[in-house]
């Protein structure tokens, strides 16, 4: 009893030592049913839509196979060249890529993760001697005082290579797509449908989780008790078991009538309603991945997509909204990149005219800017992005 202020003292002093959050049954009731969205940083968006997501594969493919496959033209404001280093130094880059390989990669790290970089390698001539296309994950943008690059570093484990960017010609060429809320990096069109890869893959694990462990049969046979039976003997048990294995299981016993005995009912089974929902679900989510990378829904396969008239209108939409704006931006960048190694004022670009899906589109504008007898010769070949012939009179529209 003399001691007992002892006892409660410590008593209060384990309440008072005692380290826990006032609010933590709350936050762990709310959290409970929160959703689990997957990692935001680059790898993970490339495995879960890329590598894991056929909708995204298939959209990235489809626009880096056609903006690379695109034929490229050099020129200047006099003429179009046929020959040229720098065209030949595109066309051959380096001993393992063509111009099509080198190109794909490029669009495939843009579009994956907004940032694409190209290594010009030191040659002898003031024009580098190869191309390489870098991972965009493996490269670290060091930023100066004035915010502007200095220098990139490409990590590969534990080592570091530093590019230091030089005034006059850098030797990395970084293109990124446009990002309000980051001044070094772009933003991707994954990044965009993250939530809409997460949807169509999780569908589709619940479709397969569905198939592994809680598929419904086609039916189930059902046996009502008579009077006083609690159920089937072992034997009956075991003969209806051999017979259904042995009469009506694989591919030649399929359509056989099911002869059943007293007291055996069949009882059909199939999805409940909202068990087909998912597959809605999983078509919506595709249209939102293919939205976000400009791909018409109709190119992939996506079932429930009418905004085209037909297949043909899709495919020239597809390379008048999302192809030509990409490889336009790209190749310019990279040609004035390559021109600042060379001293010269060239421009890169894909030439139009040799675009098949926009071959009636372009026959409709020559014969636009040919019928234009207002405008001379110079002005026509402006509208039409050729360069300008020296020799040709500028009073002479229609030579």
């Given at each position: 009893?003399?001691?007992?202020?002892?006892?409660?003292?410590?008593?209060?002093?384990?309440?008072?030592?005692?380290?826990?959050?006032?609010?933590?049954?709350?936050?762990?009731?709310?959290?409970?049913?929160?959703?689990?969205?997957?990692?935001?940083?680059?790898?993970?968006?490339?495995?879960?839509?890329?590598s894991?997501?056929?909708?995204?594969?298939?959209?990235?493919?489809?626009?880096?196979?056609?903006?690379?496959?695109?034929?490229?033209?050099?020129?200047?404001?006099?003429?179009?060249?046929?020959?040229?280093?720098?065209?030949?130094?595109?066309?051959?880059?380096?001993?393992?890529?063509?111009?099509?390989?080198?190109?794909?990669?490029?669009?495939?790290?843009?579009?994956?993760?907004?940032?694409?970089?190209?290594?010009?390698?030191?040659?002898?001539?003031?024009?580098?001697?190869?191309?390489?296309?870098?991972?965009?994950?493996?490269?670290?943008?060091?930023?100066?005082?004035?915010?502007?690059?200095?220098?990139?570093?490409?990590?590969?484990?534990?080592?570091?290579?530093?590019?230091?960017?030089?005034?006059?010609?850098?030797?990395?060429?970084?293109?990124k797509?446009?990002?309000?809320?980051?001044?070094?990096?772009?933003?991707?069109?994954?990044?965009?449908?993250?939530?809409?890869?997460?949807?169509?893959?999780?569908?589709s694990?619940?479709?397969?989780?569905?198939?592994?462990?809680?598929?419904?049969?086609?039916?189930?046979?059902?046996?009502?008790?008579?009077?006083?039976?609690?159920?089937?003997?072992?034997?009956?048990?075991?003969?209806?078991?051999?017979?259904?294995?042995?009469?009506?299981?694989?591919?030649?016993?399929a359509?056989?009538?099911?002869?059943?005995?007293?007291?055996?009912d069949?009882?059909?089974?199939?999805?409940?309603?909202?068990d087909?929902?998912f597959?809605?679900?999983?078509?919506?989510?595709?249209?939102?991945?293919?939205?976000?990378?400009?791909?018409?829904?109709?190119?992939?396969?996506?079932?429930?997509?009418?905004?085209?008239?037909?297949?043909?209108?899709?495919?020239?939409?597809?390379?008048r909204?999302?192809?030509?704006?990409?490889?336009?931006?790209?190749?310019?960048?990279?040609?004035?990149?390559?021109?600042?190694?060379?001293?010269?004022?060239?421009?890169?670009?894909?030439?139009?005219?040799?675009?098949?899906?926009?071959?009636?589109?372009?026959?409709?504008?020559?014969?636009?800017?040919?019928?234009?007898?207002?405008?001379?010769?110079?002005?026509?070949?402006?509208?039409?992005?050729?360069?300008?012939?020296q020799?040709?009179?500028?009073?002479?529209?229609?030579?």
């Amino acid at each position: 009893m003399v001691f007992d202020f002892l006892r409660r003292d410590r008593e209060a002093a384990a309440e008072t030592e005692a380290k826990a959050s006032a609010t933590g049954p709350l936050m762990a009731y709310a959290g409970s049913g929160r959703v689990a969205w997957s990692p935001r940083d680059g790898g993970s968006l490339t495995r879960s839509g890329f590598s894991g997501n056929p909708v995204g594969f298939r959209a990235v493919k489809l626009i880096a196979e056609a903006a690379a496959a695109l034929p490229l033209v050099l020129q200047d404001a006099e003429q179009r060249f046929f020959r040229h280093p720098l065209l030949s130094l595109v066309t051959a880059p380096n001993p393992a890529q063509g111009r099509a390989e080198l190109f794909e990669a490029l669009y495939g790290h843009l579009l994956l993760s907004g940032d694409a970089y190209v290594e010009a390698v030191p040659g002898a001539a003031r024009l580098p001697a190869e191309l390489h296309v870098l991972r965009s994950d493996r490269m670290r943008l060091v930023p100066g005082p004035d915010g502007w690059p200095v220098a990139y570093d490409y990590m590969v484990d534990a080592r570091r290579h530093r590019f230091e960017v030089r005034e006059r010609a850098s030797p990395i060429c970084h293109i990124k797509a446009f990002h309000p809320q980051d001044d070094h990096y772009g933003l991707s069109p994954v990044q965009a449908a993250a939530q809409a890869v997460d949807v169509h893959n999780s569908a589709s694990r619940w479709s397969k989780s569905l198939l592994d462990n809680a598929a419904r049969p086609s039916g189930a046979i059902v046996w009502t008790a008579g009077d006083g039976q609690g159920g089937m003997a072992a034997d009956q048990f075991q003969r209806l078991r051999e017979e259904m294995e042995l009469l009506h299981q694989g591919a030649r016993n399929a359509g056989r009538p099911m002869l059943l005995e007293g007291g055996l009912d069949w009882k059909p089974m199939g999805f409940s309603p909202s068990d087909m929902e998912f597959q809605k679900t999983k078509e919506a989510a595709a249209r939102e991945i293919a939205v976000a990378f400009g791909v018409p829904p109709m190119l992939l396969g996506i079932p429930g997509e009418a905004t085209f008239a037909n297949y043909q209108e899709a495919h020239r939409a597809f390379y008048r909204l999302t192809v030509l704006p990409l490889a336009t931006r790209v190749t310019a960048a990279v040609g004035r990149w390559l021109a600042s190694h060379l001293g010269e004022e060239v421009a890169l670009m894909p030439d139009l005219d040799q675009v098949p899906a926009l071959a009636a589109e372009r026959d409709a504008q020559w014969a636009r800017v040919a019928g234009a007898e207002f405008l001379t010769a110079a002005e026509k070949r402006r509208m039409l992005g050729l360069p300008e012939l020296q020799d040709v009179p500028e009073g002479n529209a229609g030579e």
